[in-house]
């Protein structure tokens, strides 16, 4: 699989725009009692969902690298991988989500959004097609079971 912009490159770039928005835009600030602790459970979530993935992949002995899927050699489909199939994603849409509540601007929704939709289309489509190729019936009935992201 050839991909052009690795996933976590994507995140920042979308972090970025998210501050942008956040800084040039003169419309959309909120402000909520709770947030900072919002804030804060989001972040936690996303570091044990995403800890706890890499370390699945770890304990199986198999690539978390999503540049070379080839070199998958088990399919983790325990723990955390029986709720999310793309769980580390999860966790990056889950540090975008409180960087938009940071940041505090209500239109940073739209581009968690389009994180999602980026993902969706250039990264984990892809990614299911290499893994079918790989696994292919059991990785078929997996994708049937769990949801792509939660």
């Given at each position: ?145 769990v949801r792509r992201w939660f």
């Open positions: 699989m050839k991909l052009k912009i690795p996933p976590v490159l994507v995140f920042v770039i979308f972090g970025g725009l998210m501050f942008l928005l956040a800084e040039f835009l003169p419309f959309g600030y909120f402000d909520f009692f709770g947030r900072r602790y919002l804030i804060l459970a989001l972040l936690f979530l996303a570091i044990v969902i995403s800890c706890y993935a890499l370390i699945q992949f770890y304990l199986a002995k198999t690539t978390s690298n999503p540049k070379d899927l080839s070199r998958a050699s088990f399919l983790v489909t325990n723990g955390i991988y029986k709720y999310s199939r793309n769980p580390m994603y999860l966790g990056l849409l889950l540090l975008l989500l409180a960087w938009g509540l940071y940041l505090g601007n209500a239109f940073n929704v739209l581009l968690a959004a389009g994180f999602v939709s980026y993902m969706n289309t250039f990264q984990i489509k892809p990614e299911e097609v290499a893994l079918t190729s790989l696994f292919g019936k059991e990785y078929k009935q997996y994708c049937i079971l």
